[in-house]
């Protein structure tokens, strides 16, 4: 398996995605791409997605939709032909994931904080009836403001769930600017030591690091592993890379074409 | 005979709990208070105090939900549906994913912990949401059947349910029917359409219209969403009047639900009893029902006020 190769064609889908439908989240998309890559590629055990037994992956951070639907049609759960229709009338692949609509997806997400809770919820239903699934789950670092998270991270180190991944992408922007001066979630890794995590720092663009964070994850010592990811927001696109500016804006034509050619691909 | 819907909650999930092993319950430090802590006794492993967290309480039922539990969420109606807005929206509603809310400590009737906890917007805001049903039950007997009732039904529940001990309405022999009202008593001349436990009032209150020569219809509309329409429209037809009386708001509760369906369809006479537009306050539950216009003299005076509408 070509995991660089595969992660460009999803970078590539997120553009392309996003230049259909005129709108859409590319700075946090491009940013998490090579998490997902790994996770649905190497990581996660998926013999069907409709599987009682599957590995989850919740997307808590909803707005990187595009990313998820260019793993999931990567990895054949959605037909490549479905993305052009991205966030338009109709299509199954709303602005941001409903599980009723893609098999795939395993939980509807956009409100930032809603998807670390439910994934927990899973995590603590494997547990409840001896499965021996894992659930992943994606937050955005701005996401962290929001303090319901919080008492999710309480509740999984207070059942105990070591089955339960969660994954910071640490891309240090969000919609008004740069995460420290927002709104500061620093210093991560002590936060989430102090409640009860495993927590590791991967940089998020190299799948060796990235493979040996989710080895931490992947042990049973009753502890939820927390991977912070540092990633660049933007990534592989250069005039997109850590810009909050590219958060939620969708690239003209000639900006599409440029980033498609950049990742290796054409529009 | 008095007992609190909320004991009957406390009954009903640890039956279910022995027959179905998907059931589940969230608590949010307050397993004394919703008393689940019957539940928990019962069914450890199957009891989970989130501590105080209800927007996590209710993402986690989510997350079980999706896994094929059937999660009941318990805390008070106030931080249940309030505080918890968002998650019950996005995190249950709009995947339609199979989470009751049995929420006690709905309405006046808390008592002296006053205004914070006194919740009278709830069938509002639960209303508003799609996907989502409603039950508020008259008493102990009904509440019980509710519960059982919506762990059969494949959505999101609320079930509305009070501190208070409360009159015992019903003898064992009654059937709740999702989605029906329940005719008490039938009438020629107004139509007391109650909920909760204001259909005891409505009942004593249709005693007093007797005595003054009105023969009034008693309706429970325990399921509030969706309203019994086929109900509502009889009884606009049969007696061109109502009066609705809930322990809610008048703004989106029981009486604006009844009142949209007689605008659109059967234009009649609604009079509401209900809070108007007001938190409550510190005191004894009849106390409170008195002084916020939720007495049987009030129910009875609106009632006078409809047959004079019709006029």
Redesign the interface.
Known sequence: MDLEKTARNIRINIIKQIYAAGSGHPGGALSAADILTLLYFEVMNIPSFTD?NRDRF?MSKGHASALLYATLAQRGAIDLSLLPTFRKLGSPLQGHP???KVTGV??????L??G???????????K??SHNYRVYTLLGDGELQE??VW??F??AS??KLDNFTVIIDNNNLQIDGEVDKVMSVYPLREKLVAFGFDAVEADGHDFSSLRKAFAVASNLNGKPCAIIAKTIKGKGVSFMENNADWHGKAPDKEQAALAVKELGGEL | MMIATREAFSQAIVELGRKNEKIVVFNADLAHATKTYEFQKNFPDRHFNVGIAEMNMTGMAAGMAACGYIPFVSTFAAFGTGRNYDMIRNAVCYPNLNVKFALTHAGLTVGEDGATHQMLEDIALMNALPNMKIIAPADAVEAKQAIYAAAEINSPVYIRLGRAKTPVIYNDSYEFKFGKADVLVDGEDVTLAACGIMVAKALQAREVLKEKGINAAVLNFSTIKPIDKKAVLDFAKKTQAFVTIEEHSLKGGLGSIIASVTAENYPCAVKMVGASDTFGESGKPEELLEKYGLGINDIVSKALEAVNMKK
């Not at chain 1, 670390?116 to 494997?126: I, Q, R, T």
């Open positions: 009682e919740v409903d599980m009723n395993d939980m509807t997400a956009g409100s904080g809603l670390v809770s439910a994934a927990a919820g899973m995590a603590l239903a494997a409840l009836g303090g319901s008492e999710t309480m509740a207070h059942y």
